[in-house]
């Protein structure tokens, strides 16, 4: 079976692989909250805060679930819906004459730029309206959707009569469109018997079943998710087999409480980063491993990992995640994730200031360095960045905040006694 190729971000962050993605920007790190049910169900945890924000994302769904695929059947093809609506009329509310027109004469004048909301209510209205904007089958759909959102039985029937009627009028798409269906009914079909992996309870049994519909004629996509599902499954049910007898002396310190197995694969590489991290690439649970065969991207695994080895306290592994070295051979720090939010996954994780206060010093933004230096109490930060703004005022303010003969309020005191800066204040 050929696979498909698509960028990494792209493919993990498409809505039918929404189930095990993180999301980009402010979803991103609101949904890592999420997979804390997941992970704990696996490893022990006491006492965790709810809002956790190292966990790793999904959206509840059990690996293999197809609601994405379902989903994403039935809004492009718009059949098989359960929704109800009340019992229309269907005699149509346009006028006489709007109820008449074909899709030509809709074209003419200068409403093709309007919105299927503004010309669904010119429908309602009797007013004059246009077709011509909604061209592809995705804005058609817009339309009828609109239509449906406004429970008016009349205007749904206008618009698919008109759809329709212009359809009849075209030999090749009216074929193309009976083939779509007849395809698309196919798919449904097909999804249906994929589902009856969920009724299977053994996993051996489940496998071999996700195996024989690896030569099913699903769409490339589908084809796609259904062997990485196989996949998956297979791998977890080897880790499973090998970890339960494991005397490794990380599962003594950190029994697991339930099984890899049927978990999303987001949080299979959370188990992978946290109980077989540094494994070499040849081994089916390496994190490295898990990430190129399901073809993560680098945001994705630098989170999952850091989350996981931010647990164990393992700080030296947290820096090698971010180490990078340029051609000169000198070493740098640079990450995928804003600085502002590995500090964050770092402070829940309990780091030392030290740690807190090297990661608070590579955010780029000044404003959000001088906030999570302030907010975590990394004095030597916020003492260097009112320092470098040569705001004495602000000195004197937080001067007051520490002990007296700490070593920052004696910091603070020898700047503000030194005569050669020049203050703005």
């Not at 009569?161 to 359809?167: A, G, N, T, V």
């Not at 080895?309 to 720090?333: C, E, I, P, Q």
Request: aromatic share 10%.
């Amino acid at each position: 079976m050929t696979r498909a190729k698509p960028e990494d971000d792209e493919y993990w962050n498409s809505s039918k692989f929404k189930a095990f993605t993180f999301d980009d920007e402010d979803d991103e790190f609101s949904q890592l909250k999420e997979s804390k049910r997941a992970v704990n169900s696996i490893l022990v945890d006491e006492d965790e805060d709810e809002d956790d924000v190292e966990r790793v994302s999904w959206s509840g769904e059990p690996v293999g679930s197809i609601s994405w695929s379902v989903k994403e059947t039935a809004s492009s093809i718009r059949s098989g819906s359960e929704q109800s609506f009340p019992k229309i009329d269907t005699t149509p509310s346009l006028s006489k004459q709007g109820s008449g027109y074909s899709l030509s004469s809709l074209f003419k004048g200068n409403l093709h730029d309007l919105s299927p909301e503004e010309t669904v209510r010119r429908m309602q209205k009797g007013r004059p309206f246009s077709l011509e904007k909604f061209r592809s089958l995705q804005d058609k759909l817009l339309l009828l959707d609109e239509a449906v959102a406004v429970y008016d039985g009349n205007v749904i029937t206008a618009v698919s009569q008109i759809l329709f009627r212009e359809l009849m009028a075209r030999d090749v798409a009216l074929r193309h469109y009976v083939h779509y269906l007849k395809e698309m009914g196919e798919q449904k079909l097909l999804l249906m018997h994929y589902k009856e992996h969920l009724n299977i309870k053994d996993e051996g049994r489940r496998r071999d079943f996700l195996k024989s519909c690896l030569s099913l004629p699903f769409s490339q996509d589908d084809a796609t998710h259904v062997q990485d599902h196989y996949t998956l499954l297979e791998r977890q049910i080897i880790i499973e087999a090998s970890d339960k007898k494991a005397d490794a002396e990380i599962f003594k310190k950190f029994p697991r409480k339930a099984s890899i197995l049927n978990m999303p694969i987001i949080t299979t590489l959370y188990y992978s980063c946290f109980y077989h991290y540094g494994e070499s690439e040849g081994t089916f649970s390496s994190p490295s491993n898990i990430r190129k065969t399901f073809r993560i991207s680098e945001k994705q695994y630098i989170l999952t990992a850091l989350g996981a080895r931010a647990k164990l306290k393992s700080w030296f592994d947290v820096d090698s995640l971010f180490n990078t070295k340029n051609w000169l051979g000198y070493t740098k720090k640079k990450s995928p994730i804003g600085f502002h939010r590995v500090v964050d996954i770092l402070h829940k994780n309990s780091a030392p200031v030290q740690v807190l206060q090297e990661y608070v010093n590579l955010i780029d933004d000044p404003d959000l360095k001088l906030s999570g230096a302030l907010k975590y109490k990394c004095h030597d930060v916020v003492i260097n960045t009112y320092r470098d703004l040569k705001d004495r005022q602000q000195l004197i303010v937080y001067r007051e905040k520490l002990e007296r003969d700490s070593p920052e309020y004696r910091k603070i005191q020898e700047l503000l006694n030194n005569v050669q800066i020049r203050w703005k204040n």
